[in-house]
């Protein structure tokens, strides 16, 4: 089974909206008027090839959703976590 680049796309497009629309499934009221997303993606290490344009990608749906008003009037604030290869404290 091959993939080509159009399957590559989408799927990543349907896994970072998927990302993006958990919060509203788990949690869907937020006391502070923001909803928190973690942002958990390798950008160190062998999947930064393919991870590093799924970060960009949430990231700019972040930025843009913030820019036209929020998701249901609330400000999307990201959460990112990250380890450096041969580092023990998270960054």
């Known amino acids: 089974m ?8 989408k799927s990543s497009l349907l896994a970072t909206t998927g990302a993006l629309a958990s919060p509203y499934i788990i949690s869907p009221a937020s006391a ?6 973690g942002v958990l993606f390798s950008l160190t290490g062998g999947l ?12 700019m749906a972040i930025s843009e959703i913030n820019a036209s008003g ?3 009037g609330m ?13 023990k404290n998270l960054q």
């Open 48 to 59: 930064s090839i393919i991870e590093k344009s799924l970060h960009d990608a949430t990231l």
């Open 2 to 9: 091959s993939i080509d680049r159009r399957k590559f796309l």
């Open 75 to 87: 400000k999307i604030k990201r959460h990112r976590r990250g380890r450096r290869v041969g580092s």
């Open 32 to 37: 502070a008027g923001t909803i928190n997303v």
């Open 70 to 72: 929020g998701a249901k």
